[in-house]
């Protein structure tokens, strides 16, 4: 018997597991030219949440009574595909369930194992890892003597911006929801200064630790944090919005103050999203695949164990449970 998560609900606020349920069901079969599949890794990612409502997104929202669908890494076990032998290790947007076909393998990517972990690529060497280096260099444009700030930085994708930053020059300082966050931060991604937003007023810790101000915010968080940055930029920096993930579980917008700093200081505020960068994926995968080797990029993976986990895993991935990239294994390596 195969074990698959559907959507049983739409949230309305904050998700829950009444949202989902672990469902039995039958054993996928492929026909000629398809690919089957034994999920690995189980990518948790905030945008999720989105899919989960019914307005419309930058991605479909996801189908009430259907399985939730997010990048997996899967092993082939069996294709009639002359593109895919037993044994490959490929990611997808598939299904979460165990097993599942692909019909004509389209959508599959093959996973270089000789660049990393497999499960990176879904993470440091894939869409979250470019999502860091378009945000924070292309858009963040960082320079020695710059100060960087990156909300949300002992995340997936935070991590690897305040990384990226330093490497261009900049002092960077992270916060994050935790003092084991904010260590991990300091001790061992190398950021200049950290601190625990939970504790404390943002104000504060800007002042602090910022006190010549910002020339670079790297944006996952939105809201009150987006505020205090407005509050804390210098004239002419620049603020790539990646995410605004306290919004994400909210059922009203409650909208950004201070916007005018647009104007009086010249900022440049600048949404984007990783689907129109596909093409910068290799570029980025040759350029980043070495420092993960040597050592000089870190990057923190937390792996929830069993697809039955999978749905608390996902509400925690967002309550901030994780210090990195979550992701749930499903099967063995
Ligand atoms: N633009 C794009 O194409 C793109 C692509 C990928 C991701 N993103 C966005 O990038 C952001 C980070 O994604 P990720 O995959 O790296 O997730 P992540 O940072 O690994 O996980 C989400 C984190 O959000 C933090 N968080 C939750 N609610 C918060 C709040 N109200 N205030 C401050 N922090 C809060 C939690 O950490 P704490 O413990 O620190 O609170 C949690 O660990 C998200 O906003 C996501 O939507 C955008």
Known sequence: MNTRIVLTKRPSGWVDESCFAVQDCAEPVGGPGDVLLEAIYLSTDPYLRGRMNAGPSYAPGFEIGKPIVSRVVARVIASGNSRFAVGDVVWGFLDWALRSVVPRGEGLH??????????????????????????????????????????????????????????????????????????FLRDRCGFDAAFNYKTGSIDEALAEHCPQGLDLYFDNVGGSTLEAALRHARVGARIPVCGMISAYNEVDDPGIKGLQALLTKRIAMTGFIIYDHVHKLAAYQARVAPWLRSGELVFQEDIVQGIEQAPAALIGMMKGEAIGKRLVQVAAE
């Open 110 to 183: 093959k996973i270089d194992t000789t660049l990393g972990r497999i499960s990176h690529a879904v993470s440091v060497l894939g869409m979250p890892g470019l999502t860091a280096w378009v945000g924070a260099i292309e858009i963040g444009q960082p320079a020695p003597g710059d100060t960087a700030y990156i909300s949300s930085a002992a995340g997936t994708v935070g991590q690897l911006a305040g990384q990226f930053a330093k490497r261009a020059g900049a002092r960077v300082v992270g916060s994050a929801g935790g003092d084991d966050k904010v260590d």
